[in-house]
RNA sequence: CGGCGUGUGGCUCAGUUUGGCAGAGCGCUGCGUUCGGGACGCAGAAGCCGCAGGUUCAAAUCCUGUCACGCCGACCA
């Protein structure tokens, strides 16, 4: 390939909507672009890396016993209706009628489909276990797509789907998929990706992993135990507070006018915010019922832990004069019937608490939960903090850190074998439901998240693996006859040992040059140019600039040959290092 | 869905306050000089100023409406 004929258009300025390095530089780079919130196109340099990260997978799932099938875009809507989610699921689901007036969706994932393609199939037991699984578009409405390729409506997806007649069988078959998902993120050059336990969300189930790309623009936060390896998403992390006791005091009602936030209130008493009660409210989706979350001052309420607490939809409270609670001045004690509330671990064992007295300008001093209120019990609704406690090892020793979801593994069990009816027969004539699994890796998601893991102020540094050609050779002045015919020849001699190369013969000025070969990113560069040939020789250089070296031009295509093995080989080592 | 912001050549943006010929740099086309980190000269092409209505002799600029996009939050297999 010639750079003169890639279709796709590299430029200096970065675009204004561009909030991550990654979105930005593969928007500069010729990899992409912009159609619609949300969507996007793929030139021919990223369609290269996301077939490369595609045949990586594939090569994994086929390993594990995977068979590759293709399930439909549109779907009917009488299949999501088995499941029940044709109800359930939100506006992500896009629905719509086609011509003759039946409801369709667009597969935003493909559980249905994927139980409607095996139910007769697997009406036996001899025919378990097996996995199945797709490399295919999938269409969802996000409500706020952003950061490029990250997050988008519609992108490619690798959705696997197993099939087993028991939970044991299940289990073992989840450990191997485990591993083949880690094996795939070394294989694909970001030996970073990190696995943490997870909370199911809609898919269901109970065992679920996310595999997360540590990078401070990700989306979601992480909580790591840095002594003993814990690692959870902030939902699943359990939130534990020593609290030193103090001593008790009476509980006195005081006058604090104006001091409605937490900071006034401690200021004005001269108290400390981790001896007060802050109130956050919200309210019940299906009745606008007031909820009110207790947590120690200085914490954080983790809604998505209080939401499965309170068991139903909430959102955050709106409250007017007329309501029966006093905004700024809201406290456990004397608290009004109309409402309920929660109170978070956070606030265990202090002695002495300030809280509001729900009336306008008063605070209590002195509450004590356990002696003030009737039945004072605690539930953890808080978000973790930095130098929190470890719920594994019990050290003070949690760190919060970004990153993107990459991939995931559920065990759905038989949700939808059983709303589905899917049914086997087991060797004792028996009918049963087959117990799932399911295993998603996003494409555009992982070749942005690589750029921008892998990625310097001029370009992303693609590992080999991925990389949309393996050597860059630019010819510098392409118009010298003699550099010219020596890079002429470097590029057919590459070609014919079948190496991916991406040549520059056009006649531009050297610094566009180099800045065009930053911004593709391919790992190795190699540079024809007068100056290099006086020597009799071209330089060859890595795009990490790890490796820079003037090597004889009859011997540089054996060189590039073992430099490229060389850069697989470091690819392999982080497989076969990682446990 | 809430808050804030932005729509002017392919890209980055000025011009809007105070209404008066549609602008710059990059990119693109041609010619020439250059050539190891986005050079320079000359000559060109390219815009219904998001859209619709209104005010005005005159609207990119003021008014009303609307659409789109971005950021923060909510939400999110």
């Not at 939902?235 to 006058?255: D, K, M, R, S």
């Not at 001045?329 to 109170?343: C, D, K, R, T």
């Amino acid at each position: 390939m010639k750079v003169a004929n890639l279709v796709g258009q590299r430029f200096k300025e970065r675009p204004a909507d561009c909030v991550i390095d990654s979105h930005a530089l593969m928007v500069r780079g010729g990899f992409m672009k912009y159609v619609g919130n949300g969507i996007y196109s793929e030139f021919p340099a990223l369609r290269r890396v996301t077939a490369k990260i595609e045949n990586i997978i594939r090569k994994e799932m086929d390993a594990i016993d995977g068979q590759e099938v293709l399930f439909p875009v549109v779907l009917p809507a009488s299949l999501w209706e088995e499941s029940g989610r044709y109800e359930s699921v939100g506006n992500e689901l896009v629905r719509f009628k086609d011509r003759s007036g039946s409801n369709h969706v667009l597969g935003m994932t493909h559980e249905e489909a994927a139980v409607h393609l095996v139910r007769e199939y697997a009406q036996s037991y001899t025919k378990y276990p097996f996995m199945i699984y797709q490399i295919q578009r999938k269409f969802r409405d996000e409500a706020r797509p952003r950061a490029g390729m990250i997050r988008v409506r519609e992108f490619t997806m690798k959705d696997a789907y197993s099939f087993h007649t028991s939970q044991e069988d299940l289990d073992k078959y989840y450990e191997v998929c485990f591993q083949a998902y880690n094996r795939i993120f070394q294989k694909a050059g970001v030996p970073e990706v990190i696995t943490v336990q997870s909370d199911s969300g809609m898919m269901g189930g109970s065992v679920s992993h996310e595999y997360m790309l540590l990078t401070p623009v990700g989306e979601d936060s992480i909580v790591i135990c840095d002594e003993c390896g814990y690692r959870s998403n902030m939902e699943a992390a359990e939130n534990q507070v020593i609290n030193n006791a103090g001593t008790a005091e009476e509980l006195e009602c005081i006058e604090t006018p104006d001091c409605k936030t937490i900071e006034d209130v401690c200021a004005f008493l001269e108290s400390d915010v981790e001896t007060s009660c802050k109130a956050v409210v919200y309210q019940k989706n299906s009745d606008d019922k007031f909820v009110v979350a207790f947590v120690r001052g200085d914490y954080e309420v983790n809604e998505t832990k209080l939401r499965n607490i309170v068991g139903e939809e909430i959102h955050t409270a709106v409250i007017t004069d007329e309501d029966c609670l006093t905004a700024g001045y809201i406290g456990p004690y004397n608290f009004p019937e109309e409402a309920e509330f929660y109170l978070d671990v956070s606030l265990k064992g202090i002695a002495s608490l300030v809280a509001g007295a729900n009336k306008e300008g008063y605070h209590y001093k002195g509450l004590n939960l356990e002696r003030d209120l009737e039945s004072a019990s605690y539930v953890d609704i808080a978000k973790v903090k930095e130098g929190g406690i470890c719920p594994c090892c019990q050290k003070p020793s949690l760190a919060i850190k970004r990153g993107i979801e990459v991939g995931n593994i559920f065990q759905l069990g038989t949700k939808y074998t059983k709303s589905m009816d899917m049914q086997y027969t087991d060797e004792n004539g028996k009918n049963n439901y087959p117990v799932m699994g399911c295993y998603g890796i996003g494409v555009g998601r992982l070749a942005a998240s690589i750029c921008e893991a892998h990625h310097d102020e001029y370009g992303p540094v693609w590992p080999i693996s991925i990389a949309p050609w393996e050597v860059q050779l630019c010819c510098l002045r392409a118009d010298d006859e003699e550099t010219k015919k020596t890079a002429d020849s470097l590029y057919n001699s590459l070609q014919n040992d079948g190496i991916e190369v991406i040549y520059d013969d056009r006649s531009v000025r050297p610094g566009e040059m180099f800045s065009d070969a930053d911004l593709i990113g391919a790992p190795i560069r190699v540079i024809a140019s007068p100056r290099n040939l006086k020597e009799s020789a071209v330089e060859i250089t890595t795009r990490d600039k790890s490796v820079k070296e003037l090597v004889p031009v009859e011997k540089a295509a054996e060189f590039i040959k073992d430099l490229r093995l060389k850069l697989f080989a470091e690819i392999d080592s982080h497989v076969e290092n990682y446990k």
